[in-house]
């Protein structure tokens, strides 16, 4: 079956470790995308890559780092210079690259991360 | 500047009841598009509608229904005889210029029977 996977579920921390959020797609989607959802917020975007090998920052890059080395995958990595890393992280893919607002984008489980 | 408001942070209906989840969006674009997203508590959006500025048709797909009025610049949701299994946070959401989602801050729909 077509989908998103994104690993782990839950995942724990200590402060000051660097931490990768996996996220693969066989859906064969030119755009990939991260976002971040705090309790009883919104999702914002982190960072998003229309084709492999570039990406571009979202509204809340800081802290976060990324790599498109293949058209599947796209993971994130949480440093330590992210202040306030315990959130919900979702991953999203699209048909087309950005611009075309139309396409609607299709969401990966999400990963929880806690600091501890 | 482009936004989304969902003025309802909680909603609390009994089953069957009919309810209508708010959404105002601001965008200087003339073309550009709405969605909404279901967000259960198992955490993954689900993706419910599309629309186009273009197009102020509104839809029904069984009991979900939107009401689009591009002069209010208003993206409506309906759900009608409401059930348990709807329970969920509702995300209207914009699409952004450069192919992002700009989410509002949802609407948590508790449905009780």
């Known amino acids: 079956d077509g989908g998103i996977t994104q690993s782990p579920k839950y995942l724990f921390r200590k402060e000051g470790q660097n931490v990768t959020l996996s996220c693969e797609q066989n859906?064969?989607?030119?755009?990939m995308y991260w976002y971040r959802q705090d309790p009883g917020q919104g999702l914002r975007l982190i960072y998003y890559?229309?084709?492999?090998?570039?990406?571009q920052k979202g509204d809340i890059a800081e802290g976060y780092s990324v790599s498109r080395e293949k058209k599947e995958s796209f993971p994130l990595t949480v440093t330590s210079a992210q202040k306030n890393p315990t959130a919900f992280y979702l991953c999203a893919s699209s048909i087309d690259r950005g611009g075309t607002r139309r396409n609607e984008q299709f969401f990966g489980p999400g990963t929880r991360l806690t600091v501890l | 500047a482009q936004k989304v408001t969902q003025a309802q942070t909680e909603i609390s209906v009994v089953e069957k009841e009919d309810v209508t989840l708010d959404c105002v969006y601001e965008t200087r674009d003339t073309t550009y598009y709405l969605f909404w997203y279901k967000q259960p508590p198992s955490g993954e959006l689900v993706f419910l509608i599309r629309r186009n500025s273009f197009d102020e048709q509104n839809e029904i797909s069984g009991r979900y229904s939107w009401n689009f009025q591009k002069s209010t610049s208003s993206f409506n949701f309906t759900i009608t005889a409401s059930q348990v299994v709807d329970s969920a946070v509702y995300f209207c959401v914009l699409g952004g210029s450069q192919g992002n989602l700009i989410f509002g801050k949802g609407t948590k729909l508790s449905v009780k029977p």
């Open positions: 890559s229309q084709i492999v090998n570039d990406f």
């Open positions: 859906l064969n989607h030119d755009a």
